[in-house]
């Protein structure tokens, strides 16, 4: 994969696979720390402590329809290739939390890509799962709340192209608001 972006996409489809009814994703940027902090959250099935130490092996996956995983083992490749760190905690019936440490610095480390756009495709052709995003760019921040978009909604689908697009502005203009147009 050639954004993190992309890896938060691999691995929140995954929660959406294992029927997480909320997935919780947090970027946080964080310069004078020099870290880029990147955690997937969710409550679906969960793994058993055997299938945590394989899900990192690219020749295992739980899918019938191919024989590789690659996408959990490329995004702890790309968090450790920067002398960052990688950590998934899981318990089944309970659910996941996939953590990913990136030095912001190192020349090695993925851009973090459009970000916007993938919570905006998660939230949009999930309409079954709640998703809640978290973007921090230092010491400021904003968040979606799907949960709260439905409260105002009601039964209005979020794949409704006037709600899709409020939900792509809403996301690029509070990103904008927070992180000043940063790229990295």
């Known amino acids: ?51 945590v130490e394989q899900v990192t092996d690219p020749f295992f996956t739980s899918r019938t329809t191919r024989k590789v995983g690659l996408g959990v083992p490329f995004f702890k490749m790309a968090a450790e290739s920067t002398g960052g760190s990688f950590s998934i905690a899981s318990r089944p019936g309970v659910g996941t939390k996939v953590t990913a440490v990136f030095v912001l610095s190192h020349i090695d480390r993925m851009p973090l890509g459009d970000i916007s756009t993938t919570i905006h495709t998660l939230v949009v052709y999930h309409p079954e799962t709640d998703f809640g995003y978290n973007y921090q760019y230092n010491d400021r921040s904003f968040t979606l709340d799907t949960r709260e978009f439905r409260q105002v909604l009601g039964d209005i689908p979020f794949d409704t192209p006037d709600i899709s697009a409020y939900i792509m502005d809403y996301l690029n203009e509070n990103k904008l608001e927070t992180d000043g147009g940063a790229v990295y």
């Open 1 to 51: 994969m050639t954004e993190i972006s992309l890896n938060v996409l691999d691995v929140a489809e995954n929660s959406t696979r294992a029927k997480a009814s909320l997935v919780t994703i947090t970027v946080h940027a964080d310069f004078p720390e020099d870290r880029l902090t990147v955690i997937i959250e969710d409550d679906g099935c969960g793994m058993t402590p055997e299938q």
